[in-house]
């Protein structure tokens, strides 16, 4: 699979509210290849979300540029790029639409692009969602379904668009520790069959180990990689790794890096607070 | 399931048999206590209604009072949806449109629909068409308000989602903005439906009913007040029952259309 390399090129981005500029990215470079799982690790609020929005197209990038696949998304000349099928986004909270039913939710992508008839759409989706093991929530609403059953529908609402990326932005965060590491690998077992990129955000380091070949761990606002670590444990994975000593070693390897930027976001959430 | 609805079904009907008990107690308290009780026993008791009730079903004068007072709500609340759900929508999609009428609408809304009457009678060709628009407004206000409201407190992340998966714009007013507000319209249709009955009764109060000349005709609000100035008591709470069922009924019929086109908010 060679499609969906991320190049993102100095990003900066000030956010300004009233007159107070405000640094949310500063001069960020990171490569994504194509296939890669890349978590961003950062504090909450550090700006990671920032960046996804920029690839995403929902915001716009104040200087620097976004490739994909060696095409410029944003950049000099266009602050904005346009959203599309083929960067699609899973949101923290999720985003599956509360008055579609998960089938219709699942085939709505094809059908908006007119890629498929509403029956093959709908047909492709009932194939998707079997694979995923989610036979037997077609005709539900979102609202009827627990939220990790939700998050991995939301994905494979995402995977019908025949995506080149994936960007998840902390699609586990209100998920409790045991349902995450069912999401976990059920992630993994979606990425295995469907080798897209996925550009995924989190705070949670064992998350980002677990799933990520490479961990971008951010410094807080301003955002900006303070190290990128490979993690050389061999894919497919299993929840077995977390107990291996492999692991253990890169987890001490970054802890500190992480904690310290936990920290300095902290000192500055009480600095706006004060 | 059922044996709790039924419970509650028993409960109110216990409570609505306790009320009129005590009403009728109240209403002929000189009767068993010698004198008396202050303010009850001046009105009605349900006995006495319901006997002049019951004669008023042959009268084709009362029937005719319903079904004008239900005419007029139709009218004024159907119009209030025809015109208040596209207003609200463009109020909620155009920021121009936002820009130029809503300050005007916000001026024109704390008005109260009652104050309306006078200026309603001058300008409009008929008093049918007046006490019409009357009731209109009352309908309007809530559901362009209600509309607007529900368009602005979509998720964002609805509409983001929509457009990375290649929604176009009108796509996405089909899709996420119509079903998006449908529980607001809902909400705003019952509330819309109430104030509705309110402004249509005070209305046929003030500007005295259709055909003067008989009497009769001028819907419930006109049935009340002409009650009250012929004398009939029972006669005036006949009137306001009456209104308060054909409430009752119009909201429950509303409950259930509303359900019926959410049924993602129904389920859960």
């Keep these: ?274 | 399931m059922t044996r709790a609805l039924s419970r509650s079904i028993l409960r109110g009907t216990i409570a609505m048999i306790v009320f009129l008990l005590l009403w009728e107690l109240g209403s002929r308290s000189k009767a068993w206590l010698g004198f008396p009780l202050p303010w009850i026993s001046a009105i009605p008791a349900p006995s006495s209604v319901i006997v002049v009730w019951g004669a008023l079903l042959h009268d084709s004068g009362y029937w005719q009072s319903c079904y004008l007072s239900v005419l007029r709500v139709m009218a004024g609340f159907f119009a209030a949806m025809i015109v208040g759900i596209p207003f609200g929508l463009a109020l909620a999609i155009n920021r121009t449109a936002y820009g130029v009428l809503f300050p005007t609408f916000e001026v024109l809304r704390p008005i109260p629909p009652l104050a309306w009457v006078p200026l309603s009678i001058i300008f409009w060709p008929t008093q049918e068409l007046s006490i019409t628009f009357v009731t209109f407004l009352g309908a309007f206000f809530t559901m362009v308000l209600n509309v607007i409201g529900g368009a602005k407190s979509i998720d964002v992340r609805y509409f983001q989602a929509a457009r990375s998966m290649g929604s176009s714009s009108f796509d996405i007013f089909r899709r996420i903005i119509l079903p998006g507000v449908l529980p607001s319209i809902a909400v705003g249709a019952a509330v819309g439906m109430g104030i509705t009955w309110n402004v249509v009764v005070a209305a046929e109060m003030i500007s005295g009913g259709a055909s003067q000349a008989t009497g009769a005709g001028g819907g419930l609000g006109f049935f009340i007040w002409n009650s009250y100035v012929g004398g009939s008591y029972p006669q005036i709470v006949v009137g306001m029952i009456s209104i308060g069922i054909a409430g009752y009924l119009s909201s429950e019929l509303l409950r259930a259309l509303g359900d019926r086109v959410t049924p993602w908010l129904r389920r859960r």
């Design chain 1, 1 to 274: 699979m060679s499609a969906g390399a991320i190049r993102i090129e100095d990003v900066v981005k000030v956010y300004d509210p009233g007159g107070a500029s405000i640094l949310a990215v500063d001069h960020c470079t990171l490569d994504i290849a194509a296939g890669e799982i890349c978590m961003i690790v950062g504090p909450s609020g550090c700006g990671k979300t920032t960046l996804l929005n920029a690839i995403a197209g929902f915001h716009s990038i104040t200087s620097g540029a976004i490739y994909l696949d060696g095409e410029m998304l944003c950049g000099p000349g266009k602050p904005q790029a346009a959203p599309g099928p083929d960067r699609v986004v899973v949101f923290q909270n999720g985003a599956l639409f509360p008055w579609k039913t998960i089938l219709e939710n699942v085939a709505f992508g094809p059908i908006m692009q007119g890629r498929l008839s509403r029956k093959d759409a709908e047909d492709k989706a009932r194939h998707m969602m079997a694979d995923a093991g989610l036979s037997g929530t077609e005709a539900n609403y979102p609202g009827e379904l627990s939220s990790g059953v939700r998050r991995r529908v939301e994905i494979v609402r995402a995977l019908m668009n025949d995506p080149k990326v994936l960007l998840l932005d902390e699609p586990y965060r209100a998920l409790d520790s045991l349902t995450k590491s069912v999401m976990h690998e059920a992630l993994l077992e979606i990425y295995y069959k469907n080798r897209v990129t996925i550009f995924f955000i989190t705070h949670d380091l064992e998350e980002a180990l677990f799933l990520g070949q490479r961990v971008a761990i951010m410094t807080t606002r301003p955002c900006r990689p303070k190290k990128i670590l490979d993690v050389d444990i061999p894919h497919p994975r299993n929840y077995s790794i977390l107990t291996a000593p492999r692991f253990r070693e890169l987890m001490e390897e970054t802890v500190d890096a992480v904690h310290e930027e936990a920290l300095k976001a902290f000192a500055a959430g009480e600095k706006e607070g004060a």
